[in-house]
């Protein structure tokens, strides 16, 4: 074994979590890694996985508390088998799932799996409907800690049915794995008022996935709602995984994506990085190692962060479903309206000379189809996600009676961003003298003494951001 790999082991040796007790799990957002900003589909395999867990451990993250390593979409095949199993797909994880698990586990990080309530995953691979038990029972039998599932391909899109069918599972891990921590992924607000505080569930998507910045936006103007459904005895509003700026499926500039972490951490969000460990660039390696902005999402109060200051346009969050326009995936768009554009310019040809063989008739259907390809590329255009051209600040109480205060210019020119004593107000920041820190810059600011003082920042246009302590 080569010497990198005797270190990670030992490393990991001290850093072994200790076993987890059921009514620990979930009590804070999870924080850790996901594969699918990363490697996607195609990356997904035994190697990779062990790979990127010894780059948790050698990376220091895991030493910071990102010890779940999450498989996401496409470790499965695309079939069950005749006792109706999930089936490791057989090139990619050639011995089986437990093997791998093993491993994760020995180098002191936690497991997590990716299963779908629907027929099948996002990604055309086995879905779990009708096969919760058996499923949860190969979950418990692999050893893992954490599964992720996901709402494509499930007759049931109403909200009913939806809960229904998360209700299996979670009742099947109750069964069979009752140490897994349970992650809902239904891109929709309404989860968090439907299951926050029952038992057995532990985070809920609340948006559609977030590959570019305006799905951030959306993510988090949609949070704005759901701070009373946050806590550790409730589970967590889940915005979705982080977007790096390293290598990687999807990526942001710096600004937003450090924008993006400071906004999760005060909005105790799951912190999920979407970024190889081992080949982060120096910046995503600061937005992610930072412990005293960990700290704040990590805090034990585990209170979700609300806005106190905003000049942001009145916001109704959207329910999302799979392909809706709003929030279908980027990549899937980008597909979707090339295939488009490309049939319309098939029908246009095909128009011009069907007409030209005196097939007027067969032109005119032609012409029609192919506007209404363009039209419905238009429509597909018209309802994506946009960012408001606004500012925020963002206020999240911490335990020693400090509060977070995150100042977001998500418009795209610098601006000056103010709190000033109602706004402070609103934050809980009654008292004075108040004492500022600049989180990032461990820099001290001169201290807010009387009723009329107001912190004024300015803030980096495209999605800046500027993350503060204050307290006594
Ligand atoms: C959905 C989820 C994503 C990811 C993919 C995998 O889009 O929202 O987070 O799990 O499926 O196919």
Same mark, same amino acid.
């Given at each position: ?10 490393l990991a040796a ?5 076993p ?5 799990i ?7 890694y ?5 490697v996607?589909?195609d990356?997904v395999?035994?190697?990779?996985i062990?790979?990127?867990a010894q780059?948790?451990?050698?990376s220091n993250?895991?030493q ?12 499965q095949?695309p079939?069950?088998n005749?006792?109706?199993?999930l089936?490791p797909?057989s090139?990619?994880?050639p011995?089986?799932i ?7 586990h ?5 497991f997590g799996?990716?299963a779908?309530r629907g ?6 691979r086995?879905g779990?409907?009708?096969?919760e038990?058996?499923h ?17 391909w499930?007759?049931n899109?109403?909200?009913k049915g939806?809960l229904e069918?998360y209700r ?7 069964e069979?794995?009752p140490?897994v921590?349970?992650s809902?992924c239904? #891109? ?7 299951v926050s505080?029952?038992e057995g569930?532990h985070s809920w998507?609340i948006s559609?996935?977030?590959d ?7 993510a988090?103007r949609?949070?704005?709602?759901l701070?009373?459904y946050?806590? !550790?005895a409730k589970g ?14 999807v990526?942001?500039?710096p600004t937003?994506s ?5 906004l #999760?951490?005060v909005l105790?969000?799951?912190?999920l990085?979407?970024t190889n460990?081992s080949?982060?660039?120096a910046w995503?390696?600061e937005t992610?190692?930072?412990?005293d902005?960990?700290e ?12 106190v ?7 109704? !969050?959207?329910?999302n479903?799979w ?7 980027r990549d899937?768009?980008?597909v #979707?309206t090339g295939?488009l554009?490309?049939l319309a ?9 069907l007409?030209?063989v005196g ?9 029609i189809?192919?506007?209404?390809s363009v ?7 018209t309802y ?6 606004c ?5 999240k109480p911490?335990v020693d ?6 100042f ?9 961003v103010?709190c ?12 004075r003298?108040?004492?500022?820190r600049?989180?990032r ?6 201290p ?10 300015r803030v ?13």
């Amino acid at each position: 074994m080569p010497h990198r790999c005797l270190a990670a082991l030992a490393l990991a040796a001290a850093a072994t979590p200790p076993p987890r007790q059921r009514q620990d799990i979930g009590k804070l957002p999870a924080l850790g890694y996901n594969t699918w900003n990363d490697v996607r589909c195609d990356g997904v395999d035994a190697t990779t996985i062990l790979s990127l867990a010894q780059g948790l451990v050698q990376s220091n993250f895991s030493q910071k508390g990102y010890t779940f390593l999450n498989v996401d979409d496409c470790w499965q095949a695309p079939l069950l088998n005749d006792k109706g199993e999930l089936v490791p797909d057989s090139l990619k994880f050639p011995d089986g799932i437990r093997p791998v698990v093993d491993k994760v586990h020995a180098l002191g990080l936690r497991f997590g799996l990716y299963a779908d309530r629907g027929f099948y995953t996002c990604a055309f691979r086995a879905g779990s409907r009708h096969h919760e038990r058996t499923h949860a029972k190969q979950f418990h039998d692999w050893q893992i800690d954490y599964l992720k599932y996901d709402s494509c391909w499930s007759p049931n899109l109403r909200r009913k049915g939806a809960l229904e069918d998360y209700r299996r599972m979670r009742d099947a891990l109750a069964e069979y794995a009752p140490n897994v921590h349970y992650s809902l992924c239904g #891109w929709s607000s309404w989860y968090a008022p439907a299951v926050s505080g029952e038992e057995g569930y532990h985070s809920w998507r609340i948006s559609a996935d977030c590959d570019e910045f305006a799905n951030i936006y959306e993510a988090a103007r949609t949070m704005e709602q759901l701070s009373d459904y946050a806590g !550790p005895a409730k589970g967590y509003n889940d915005p979705d995984m982080l977007v790096g700026t390293s290598t990687g499926a999807v990526t942001l500039t710096p600004t937003q994506s450090r924008t993006q972490f400071d906004l #999760w951490c005060v909005l105790a969000a799951p912190l999920l990085l979407g970024t190889n460990p081992s080949r982060m660039n120096a910046w995503d390696l600061e937005t992610y190692g930072d412990s005293d902005v960990i700290e704040i999402d990590q805090d034990p109060l585990g209170k979700q962060g609300t806005p106190v200051s905003s000049t942001c346009p009145p916001h109704t !969050p959207k329910d999302n479903w799979w392909c809706s326009p709003w929030s279908m995936p980027r990549d899937v768009f980008e597909v #979707w309206t090339g295939l488009l554009r490309a049939l319309a310019a098939v029908l246009l040809t095909s128009a011009l000379l069907l007409r030209g063989v005196g097939r007027p008739c067969a032109a005119a259907v032609a012409f029609i189809l192919a506007i209404g390809s363009v039209g419905y590329v238009q429509v597909l255009h018209t309802y994506r996600p946009r960012v408001a051209a606004c500012q925020q600040v963002w206020a999240k109480p911490l335990v020693d009676g400090d509060v977070a205060l995150l100042f977001v210019n998500w418009a795209p020119d610098d601006a000056a961003v103010a709190c000033d004593a109602a706004c402070l107000d609103r934050a809980g920041l009654t008292r004075r003298p108040l004492y500022v820190r600049e989180v990032r810059a461990r820099a001290n600011r001169a201290p807010l003494v009387d009723g009329a003082s107001v912190l004024v920042q300015r803030v980096g246009g495209g999605g800046g951001s500027v993350l503060f302590r204050v307290g006594l």
